[in-house]
């Protein structure tokens, strides 16, 4: 008992450095932001003003401006990957299939690359005179070339191309070691019962991967609402051009928390509020997210047991 | 417990430098340190006037830092919102439509340089910019003059002289841009229909800006404001401007001859030059000017200036230095003229020489008699301090009013609430 308590505090000790990190770079700006937001402030002027920001941001055209980009994006975006991803890493999971460690690689390879490297190298690409253009005009797809970064849609069509292309191995790592860890013994269970592959797909795979689902889902929420350097660097001008993307298409709320800070005479406290609004709808995904799927893997889990199935 | 004594040791060991950090270094005046952007005209010219002042002063050292502009900026205001007092430079450069931003967010952060220049010597449109209540607060460095700059070769061909460019309007200029068009199967001229560039020309010529003189917003019943997006609707819809998207297809789109003219800035002559196998075939006219009585064929865009922090190690050397040469050197300014084709805002150095040369690249016309001359002729406009907030506005309810969803007064109302939601 004795000895616990004594491993007890040396365990403390070894924590107290990244507590102590945690506070100072975590804790004290999460509560100071908040602070923050209910300061309106102009460079190192500031003065309290209550709630007055937050109001401000209900009449704000441009902040709902950049959360409909926002939400446009996570729900073409996210969706597509997570299907792709868990595609890719059922097809990769089969064993009979070659090179697999050679397309595994290839597909993850886009996530090491960096955010800044990839956004230009898709701009070039969807450039006026660029490879994709040129491609599309030598097999007579298209007669002239595509306007893509100056057509809101198309713009937003190459952006979720990229985020896809960089995201989507990412994700099916997750799916490929969740896959991985699935049993042998329940697939040939349910083959010599006469179930199909693709059968067995959808009722033992996806089942039992639910929690990664869940996981990938809140993950990629997260990211997409947080979104930045893809449309910064995607947008003409950066920072100095009048509109982040053609029509402000790319114009995200990180943009706009950017833009506030860095571009418009620096409001830090409208900023914090803004970001605190990104908070709160993260939040709030996450809790349908979970909810949803608590509930369904609940109900799974008693469908389950009624049948015998899992313990 | 002697064990976890020691680990305890071990751990505040290993914590403390974290927070030694900046305390422990000692602060030493070292060179006079100084930000600026691009490597071609504010960098090259800064060590050119550092190189004429360590011939008289060997003692004083310089450090010159290249960053990105947007790197300028941001860096700047982290540092001085933090207020922190390391790791800032003692000279920065701040362009113009950004200088009463940082004047007003951050009071008593640059140095009041009022008695240290004569602020008359320096066009007045510029000196204006950097004052705030009485009283100046940087040094007036480069002019953007706006000028017409066209291809008198490819105009000719289409029946246009140089008289029928001179001092015209740009309802004119738009008719001229619709014959070229017509006659030649070209654009007279590109444009970003999204960019806010010729318009800030425009509200200037009129001595008209987004805000009137105490800052308040002035978009609604603002004349020239909606003179300027008539005219872009009119650009957009009859097809008159070449459609470019960013800097770098807006420049190859005169170097290529693929449009006869660009009306900008006298910064771009450095681009223009670029295009080597058209010298010659160059020339400029005053920028068009607005239908309103107030509108003058000279205006401004860009440009910008030099500010000395007041907390810095080095002030008083940085100032000294900036007086030598920006506030006294004529034959600094003969120099960048000729070497990056800078007009400085220095008005007894534009009786120089080189202000005179023939420049053979454009048909030996003396173009910086003439640019200096508009330059004193610029109307005075109280930017403010909102002026990306404005352009933002105004530029995001373009669209609907381009395609017809939103009248002129509509766009410009929905235009004025915006920037009043994004200012206050």
């Known amino acids: 008992m004795a000895n616990e308590k004594r491993l007890d505090r040396i365990g403390w000790y070894f924590i107290t450095p990244a507590c102590v990190l945690l506070l100072f770079f975590i804790v004290y700006p999460i509560f100071f932001s908040l602070y923050l937001s209910f300061t309106s402030t102009k460079g190192i002027v500031s003065q309290f003003v209550g709630v007055k920001n937050y109001l401000r941001m209900f009449g704000d055209p441009m902040f709902f401006l950049a959360l409909e980009n926002t939400f446009r994006l996570l729900l073409i975006q996210v969706p597509i990957m997570l299907l792709l991803s868990i595609t890719f890493a059922a097809i990769l999971n089969n064993k009979s299939i070659r090179f697999r460690g050679f397309f595994r690689t290839a597909l993850f390879l886009p996530s090491v690359t960096s955010l800044i490297a990839y956004s230009i190298l898709f701009k070039m690409l969807f450039s006026y005179d660029g490879l994709v253009n040129n491609t599309l005009i030598k097999l007579s797809i298209i007669d002239a070339p595509l306007q893509w970064m100056s057509e809101p849609r198309l713009a937003t069509f190459v952006l979720v191309i990229a985020m896809i292309w960089r995201w989507t191995g990412y994700n099916m790592i997750f799916y490929l070691s969740a896959m991985q860890n699935i049993s042998e013994d329940l697939y040939e269970a349910a083959s010599i019962d006469g179930s199909s592959k693709v059968h067995s797909f959808f009722t033992i795979t996806i089942p039992l991967l639910k929690p990664i689902i869940l996981f990938t889902t809140v993950m990629s929420t997260i990211g997409t609402l947080q979104l930045f350097d893809e449309p910064m660097n995607l947008s003409q001008g950066g920072t100095t051009a009048s509109m982040i993307g053609p029509d402000n298409c790319f114009l995200t709320l990180s943009v706009y928390i950017y833009n506030i800070c860095f571009k418009y005479t620096p409001n830090f406290g409208y900023a914090a509020t803004v970001s605190y609004a990104i908070l709160i709808i993260i939040a709030l995904l996450t809790f349908i997210q979970f909810r949803l799927s608590g509930d369904r893997e609940e109900a799974m889990r008693k469908t389950l047991e009624r049948k015998g199935g899992v313990r | ?424």
């Open chain 2, 1 to 424: 417990m002697k064990k976890s004594l020691l680990l305890l040791l071990v751990c505040l060991v290993l914590v403390t430098p974290l927070f030694a950090g900046g305390a422990s270094e000692t602060k030493q005046a070292g060179p006079i340190k100084i930000w600026a952007w691009d490597p071609n005209f504010n960098i090259s010219i800064m060590n050119e006037a550092i190189s004429r002042y360590q011939a008289k002063h060997p003692e004083a050292t310089f450090e010159v830092v290249e960053l990105a502009k947007a790197d300028v900026e941001q860096k700047l205001h982290t540092n001085l919102a933090s207020r922190t007092k390391e790791g800032l430079p003692d000279i920065v450069l701040i362009e113009d439509y950004n200088v009463q931003k940082y004047l007003t967010s951050y009071p008593g952060q640059f140095a009041d340089l009022s008695s240290a220049f004569n602020y008359n010597d320096f066009v007045g449109y510029k000196a204006d910019v950097m004052k705030l209540d009485g009283k100046y607060y940087g040094v007036p460095f480069d002019s953007g003059v706006a000028g017409f700059f066209y291809r008198t070769d490819l105009l000719k061909k289409a029946g246009f002289t140089a008289q029928d460019l001179e001092n015209i309007t740009w309802d004119r200029f738009a008719d001229i841009a619709k014959e070229y068009k017509a006659k030649t199967g070209q654009y007279l001229i590109a444009n970003d229909k999204s960019d806010g560039g010729l318009f800030r020309i425009m509200l200037q010529s009129a001595g008209s800006w987004y805000f009137d003189n105490e800052g308040k917003p002035a978009l609604v019943n603002n004349a020239a404001l909606m003179e300027a997006m008539k005219l872009y609707k009119r650009f957009v819809a009859e097809d008159l401007a070449l459609p470019s998207n960013g800097w770098n297809e807006w420049v190859g789109s005169f170097n290529s001859g693929k449009v006869a003219s660009v009306i900008t800035g006298v910064w771009i002559i450095g681009s223009i030059k670029a295009g080597v196998d058209q010298s010659g075939l160059w020339a400029v006219a005053p920028t068009p000017r607005l239908s309103l009585d107030k509108s003058v064929n000279a205006s401004n865009l860009g440009g910008s200036s030099w500010f000395v922090l007041q907390n810095g190690a080095n002030r008083d050397k940085a100032i000294a230095f900036m007086q030598e040469i920006y506030g006294n050197d004529k034959g600094f300014y003969q120099t960048i003229l000729m070497n990056n084709g800078a007009i400085g805002s220095y008005m007894p150095a534009f009786s120089g020489d080189a202000f005179k040369a023939l420049d053979p690249f454009f048909g030996n016309k003396a173009i910086f008699t003439d640019l200096s001359r508009w330059a004193s002729m610029i109307p005075k406009v109280n930017v403010g301090q909102y002026t990306y907030e404005a352009d933002a506005a105004v530029m995001a309810v373009m669209e609907d009013y381009y395609n017809g969803k939103t009248t002129l007064e509509q766009a410009v109302k929905s235009a004025e609430n915006q920037l009043k939601n994004s200012i206050q």
